[in-house]
């Protein structure tokens, strides 16, 4: 069947670097998508990887390992801003995406 | 620039009642999707419905129906509601069917049922 395994929380400071980690088991690949989510909004698109390596996006950038079933996200220069849930979503053998229970990230000054 | 306008933005239902959530977007995307979000689960699809005039049954549909007469519109009706359907509703949209595209998001109905 079909899995995504995220962290429930993660903190961090201010300016610093955090990696968010995202675990998948799918019956077949077809791309990675992550997702920013702040508190009582609706998720907003921020990467889609298909292929293995890291796609860098500003202080933003998405890691993907097909062979592994491993992607990360890595945010850099924390901003207070940054304080979301981070979802993880991988589409599955009917191209429905099947999601994470989402990362929620916690910036301390 | 509207995107994807959902109504009602809250609301509390009495168990037992009819309820349609309303999901209307303005950027032609063909393909549309329904999903809940509860604490501690990941959204998951009620229904979905890739051109006008079809759609499909997603991981959660029972106790939900949908319709899509034409490609701006797709509404969910609650039959009869139940607690358990006590959630926050999503619509989406995708210019690219079968979810290999970025998914546009709704602001979301909150639903209680009492």
């Known amino acids: 069947g079909q899995n995504i395994d995220q962290p429930t929380e993660m903190t961090a400071t201010e300016g610093a670097i955090v990696q968010i980690n995202c675990t998948y088991q799918?019956?077949?690949?077809?791309?990675l998508f992550w997702y920013q989510q702040h508190a009582g909004e609706a998720p907003t698109f921020l990467s889609y990887n298909v292929l293995d390596g890291l796609e860098e996006k500003g202080r933003f950038s998405s890691f993907l390992s097909r062979s592994k079933g491993y992607s990360y996200l890595l945010l850099k220069e924390l901003q207070m801003k940054d304080s979301a849930s981070y979802l993880c979503a991988v589409p599955d053998s009917n191209y429905q995406l099947i999601w994470g229970a989402g990362t929620k990230l916690i910036i301390k000054p | 620039i509207a995107g994807i306008t959902q109504a009602p933005t809250s609301q509390i239902l009495a168990a037992g009642r009819r309820m349609t959530l309303r999901c209307t977007q303005d950027?032609?995307?063909?393909?549309m999707y329904w999903y809940r979000q509860d604490l501690g689960l990941g959204l998951r699809l009620i229904h979905y419905s890739n051109t006008a005039g079809t759609t499909g049954k997603g991981e959660v549909p029972d106790g939900y129906s949908v319709s899509r007469a034409n490609t701006d519109d797709f509404p969910l009706t609650l039959a009869s509601a139940v607690p358990s359907q006590t959630s926050v509703y999503f619509c989406?949209?995708?210019?690219?069917?079968?979810?290999?595209?970025?998914?546009?998001f709704g602001e979301g109905s909150r639903l209680t049922v009492l």
């Open positions: 799918t019956s077949g690949f077809n791309g």
């Open positions: 950027m032609r995307h063909n393909a």
């Open positions: 989406a949209s995708s210019g690219t069917p079968g979810n290999t595209g970025e998914l546009f």
